[in-house]
């Protein structure tokens, strides 16, 4: 199988505090795998030094082949590789269909803004708003969705620019109980329609367990275990320091 990601010995400290030590994983071409772990192990760090939101101390991390820790959050996210966040990025005064136009990127320029938007790219605005379940919303100000509603709006907005790979941070946070399994679904759907590679964190075990083919546990800043969902489940690193231990 062809790995889309792989970290290597990747290390960011803020200060003298270590947030991540020593991080390696490697990601699969087209799969989902989950990443937990307990609050301030070292998540959100590891997805920031991956989209390049800061610079790594030291390691390598590798996307299709090529190394990321020199480039931008633009450079790195024209290459196919987009993150979504646990609050939302949304237009929250502009209409459904207008956050999906100017989230598409033509030219990545900032002239892109002023540019009239070619009728394909609203026709296929409209089909991914379908695909997710907003099209009768897409004229509506994104201000109004629910939360899950706009959840689902950012992830539109990501599959307009054709990622090969999404990272997630926290996909279900905040979402009506009774919306979950739909997200949940839809992100399936995502991975097998679009092959697109996911790369989600996640609290929620239930989510975890159902969606990912495999997990990582941080803890520390460190990688405490890896394996299938059924191996994290039953691992009793990851029990005593992740879901607590019953004694």
Do not use: W
């Not at 989950?34 to 390691?59: E, M, Q």
């Not at 502009?94 to 100017?102: A, E």
């Not at 495999?214 to 009793?236: F, Q, S, T, V």
């Amino acid at each position: 199988m062809t790995k889309i990601l792989e970290v290597t010995d990747v290390s960011k400290a803020y200060g003298g505090v270590k947030a991540n030590e020593d991080i390696s994983l490697s990601i699969d071409q087209g799969s989902i795998v989950g990443l937990i772990g307990p609050n301030g192990s070292g998540k959100t760090t590891l997805f920031n030094s991956i989209v390049g939101a800061h610079p790594i101390d030291k390691g390598s991390i590798k996307f299709n082949n090529e190394e990321l820790s020199t480039l931008t959050v633009d450079q790195i996210s024209r290459r196919g590789l987009l993150r979504t966040f646990q609050q939302t990025k949304i237009y929250g005064q502009m209409t459904c269909m207008m956050n999906m136009k100017i989230s598409k990127k033509l030219t990545g320029k900032f002239s892109d803004m002023f540019q009239t938007i070619p009728k394909e790219v609203e026709e296929e605005a409209e089909q991914i708003l379908s695909f997710v379940g907003l099209y009768q919303k897409r004229n509506l100000r994104a201000g109004e969705l629910s939360f899950g509603q706009q959840k689902l709006l950012e992830l539109a907005m990501a599959l307009i620019n054709a990622p090969k790979m999404l990272i997630l941070d926290e996909p279900t946070a905040g979402i009506n109980p009774t919306l979950i399994n739909g997200i949940v679904d839809r992100l399936i759907k995502v991975n097998k329609k679009y092959n697109i590679t996911l790369f989600v964190i996640e609290h929620n075990m239930r989510v975890i367990m159902n969606l990912a083919q495999k997990i990582y546990c941080m803890a520390y800043g460190r990688i405490l275990a890896e394996g299938k969902p059924e191996e994290i489940k039953n691992d009793k690193k990851v029990i005593d320091a992740y879901l607590g231990a019953a004694h």
